[in-house]
């Protein structure tokens, strides 16, 4: 299916279907759609190399897929709940739009360790990381002394770091 596509067509059909997947639910498609933002942003200044670039866009705009499960399920929406619902429904959706096993494989593995900051093993799991906790801040109105400890403990990247700054301290 996207062999002739470009990135950038491949990528709103993900919003597209995700979009469908939250249907009636604004405030998540907000959501994604900014750590999204944030993501392909830092990605880009940071010079990832277009496969990271891509692994990183689709899972920062699917990494919290497993909400809508995890809250029918456990009735939370707890990250440990997401990183476990998430994959296997991420997983069939990326199939039905003809992606790769090795890429789906890293999308599914991105977003069943989003709320895991222990054990960040690529540049695209640094960012989408970032983008989260860039969107996070301002969503769950955290402040001061807590935004400042986020950013010493998980703040790598330059680009990250400077919207922090710009946008928070």
């Not at 392909?40 to 200044?45: D, F, P, Q, R, V």
């Amino acid at each position: 299916m996207f062999q002739m596509e470009s990135m950038k067509e491949k990528i709103s059909i993900i919003i597209n279907e995700m979009i469908k997947y939250y249907a009636g639910d604004p405030r998540r498609v907000n959501h994604f759609l900014k750590v999204f933002s944030f993501a392909k942003s830092i990605g880009e200044l940071e010079n990832l190399d277009k496969a990271a670039q891509e692994v990183l866009e689709v899972a920062a705009v699917m990494h919290d897929i497993g909400i809508k499960v995890s809250e029918e399920k456990y009735n939370s929406s707890a990250g440990n709940y997401q990183e476990i619902e998430g994959p296997p429904v991420a997983k069939e959706m990326l199939l039905g739009l003809d992606y790769d096993l090795k890429f789906i494989d890293r999308v599914c593995y991105l977003i069943g360790h989003h709320h895991t900051y222990s054990k960040i093993d690529g540049i695209d799991y640094q960012v989408l990381i970032e983008a989260d906790f860039l969107v996070n801040i301002y969503e769950d109105e955290i402040k001061m002394p807590q935004i400042q400890s986020i950013k010493e403990k998980y703040f790598k990247t330059k680009a990250g770091t400077v919207f922090l700054d710009n946008l928070y301290l």
